[in-house]
């Protein structure tokens, strides 16, 4: 069975930094992965995104702030995340289309920007 397992978030100042990361029980060698958010009483938002060969690609409001990156022999994912703005609040998920075209989702890890 597929899992994604999100860990890092918390609450942090703004200004701050947090790392986001995200196990998989699988390989990930070959997958796209992605982080996604969803802000308070708002649709979820594709954050970050990084191919196989590492390419990247960022939501427009985080570039320059935040950074994406794997691990293809832990098959893990991360997001380093700096000068967080309260903006960032938000419940921060890793996400990839699997075999079959299935998507897979962790289970979400609370990121809270607040002084």
């Known amino acids: 069975q597929v899992q994604l397992v999100e860990s890092g978030g918390g609450l942090v100042q703004p200004g701050g930094s947090l790392r986001l990361s995200c196990a998989a029980s699988?390989?990930?060698?070959?997958?796209?992965m992605n982080w996604w958010r969803q802000l308070p009483g708002k649709q979820r938002e594709l954050v970050a995104s990084?191919?196989?060969?590492?390419?990247?690609d960022y939501l427009d409001t985080v570039k320059g702030r935040f950074t994406i990156s794997r691990d293809n022999v832990e098959n893990k994912v991360y997001l380093q995340m700096n000068n967080l703005k309260p903006e960032d609040t938000a419940e921060y998920y890793c996400?990839?289309?699997?075999?079959?075209?299935?998507?897979?989702w962790g289970k979400g890890t609370l990121v809270t920007v607040s002084s």
């Open positions: 996400m990839f289309r699997g075999p079959g075209g299935i998507n897979y």
């Open positions: 699988i390989s990930i060698r070959g997958y796209v």
């Open positions: 990084i191919t196989s060969t590492g390419s990247t």
